[in-house]
């Protein structure tokens, strides 16, 4: 017993050292935000601000300067909500049905179909910057938010689909022969059958793409205008414009309100992200 107490203590010891040291960045940024600028200079880097406030949050928001546009990240927040929201729709459904058409309706070439689609998982995202920039402008929404959209659903198809194919492999095929022998349509079974079944691997797609969508800089930076930058792209700009003062609680304050949307999706559904991934989503 006390040897197992031992071990239980030791673990309990590793992960919360592990923890703390995971969570100390965010720590810092967190204290960080809430001092001004006289705090900043005269206190310990992980010390608790003494007197907090938002000021810096406020600054962030509203009145940094990104570049020459003095507008914080206020109009670069709503830029990637009006992009990720359609984005993460569309290729979450675009996913699930290929993936049901590949796992429950397969036909003559429909694993060499897949086994291509898969290589737009692992292909580098700088390979396709020249030939979307010029489908994009051929199509007229070049450095707009529809053409950020676009470019997010493409490259997301491959992942999704993956997903879904992998989930839907392990749903039995009786399901879909019995509703077709009853006279149901694709549409029918995709839609009253198979969806209802799909909410892990939703929640783990969903939640995949929000993130991959949200953070990304690289398509951000060149396929946006100037009035359609992401939140990424402004947060850069934000950090890199100079002034007199390095105003690092306004720096700290930005990267947070940039990193919020999706910390409080995984606080809100991490759990059943673990569960969708345990459920399926990488079987196969």
Request: aromatic fraction near 12%; proline fraction near 5%; glycine fraction near 8%.
């Amino acid at each position: 017993m006390n040897r197992l107490n031992i071990h239980r203590v030791l673990l309990w010891g590793a992960l919360l050292l592990f923890a703390a040291w995971f969570l100390a960045p965010l720590y810092v940024m967190v204290v960080t935000s809430l001092k001004d600028m006289e705090q900043v200079r005269t206190g310990h880097l992980l010390s608790l601000p003494t007197d907090p406030t938002l000021a810096a949050w406020a600054k962030a928001w509203s009145t940094a300067c990104t570049g020459t546009d003095c507008g914080g990240l206020k109009p670069f927040f709503f830029n990637s909500v009006a992009m990720v929201v359609p984005a993460v729709a569309v290729s979450t459904l675009v996913g699930a049905l290929n993936g049901y058409v590949l796992a429950k309706w397969r036909f003559r070439g429909s694993e060499t179909m897949f086994a291509l689609m898969l290589f737009g998982v692992f292909m580098p995202m700088q390979v396709v910057l020249l030939p979307m920039s010029q489908v994009l402008g051929w199509l007229g929404i070049a450095s707009s938010i529809w053409g950020l959209i676009l470019v997010h659903v493409i490259a997301g198809i491959p992942s999704t689909t993956l997903f879904f194919r992998n989930y839907y492999v392990g749903l039995p095929d009786e399901l879909v022969k019995a509703a077709m022998l009853d006279g149901a349509s694709f549409w029918q079974i995709f839609t009253r059958i198979v969806l209802p079944l799909s909410t892990p691997i939703l929640v783990v797609t969903l939640i995949w793409q929000f993130t991959n969508i949200w953070n990304d800089f690289l398509y951000g930076v060149v396929f946006s205008g100037a009035d359609s930058k992401p939140i990424t792209v402004g947060l850069n700009n934000l950090s890199n414009t100079s002034s007199t003062v390095k105003e690092y609680n306004v720096d700290m304050a930005a990267a947070l309100i940039a990193a919020l949307p999706t910390l409080f999706v995984y606080i809100v559904a991490g759990k059943y992200f673990v569960r969708g991934l345990t459920a399926g989503a990488v079987k196969g």
